[in-house]
């Protein structure tokens, strides 16, 4: 009853961590598509967010619901004590998120100009291969939160998603500016944004 007790402040402070890592997040986000729609305009945020939809489409077939699956699979061995059994665990599914991160982005990069035309949006090929990689690196990414979350250390989930919005915001911009100075085609401008 004791170690119940010692639980449940460490939960509700996990879900309070990630819950404000979320609204930064959200934020930050924010930050981003304002400059990002006066960068890029009208014809430029529609390559964007057509290479965003299919990222995001892509992204939950690829992840859904594993990195808890992770979790819930590494805190039951934790909690019986079973170190080798969760390094199992991790190493296996870092293996399946690795080659998951691969394939999707394989498909997504090598079908990026069939994907664009599929969506009524042939402009949209540069983005969608420019996104492509993401992929691949948010399902490493996944992996690592899925063990960290079974591991109950919740900090470094909610760092590495502000990190991740920030880096997506200051980088998304300065690669969209460089590619506008440069004069650069806007569909290409949205690639380097994106």
């Not at 529609?46 to 939809?53: L, P, Q």
């Not at 399946?96 to 991160?101: C, E, H, Q, R, Y």
């Not at 402009?123 to 939160?145: D, H, Q």
Request: hydrophobic share 55%; with cysteine.
């Amino acid at each position: 009853m004791l170690e119940r007790k010692h639980k449940q402040p460490a939960l509700l402070a996990g879900v309070l961590l990630l819950t404000v890592a979320n609204m930064t997040v959200k934020v930050i986000g924010l930050l981003f598509k304002v400059p990002l729609s006066y960068l890029l305009g009208d014809e430029g945020m529609g390559y964007f967010n057509a290479a965003y939809s299919i990222y995001s489409w892509l992204y939950i077939v690829a992840t859904a619901g594993l990195p808890v699956a992770v979790s819930i699979l590494i805190s039951d061995a934790a909690e019986r004590g079973r170190n080798r059994r969760v390094e199992r665990i991790f190493r296996v599914a870092m293996a399946v998120f690795l080659m998951i991160g691969a394939i999707g982005f394989f498909l997504m990069f090598a079908f990026a100009s069939p994907l664009s035309r599929t969506i009524g949006n042939g402009g949209s090929r540069y983005a969608i291969a420019a996104v492509a990689p993401t992929l691949f690196f948010i399902c490493v990414a996944g992996g690592i939160r899925g063990y960290f979350q079974g591991q109950k250390e919740m900090l470094p989930t909610a760092i590495s998603q502000i990190i991740e919005a920030a880096g997506k915001l200051v980088l998304g911009i300065l690669f969209g500016t460089l590619a506008l100075r440069q004069g650069k085609p806007i569909p290409i401008v949205a690639a380097y944004a994106i």
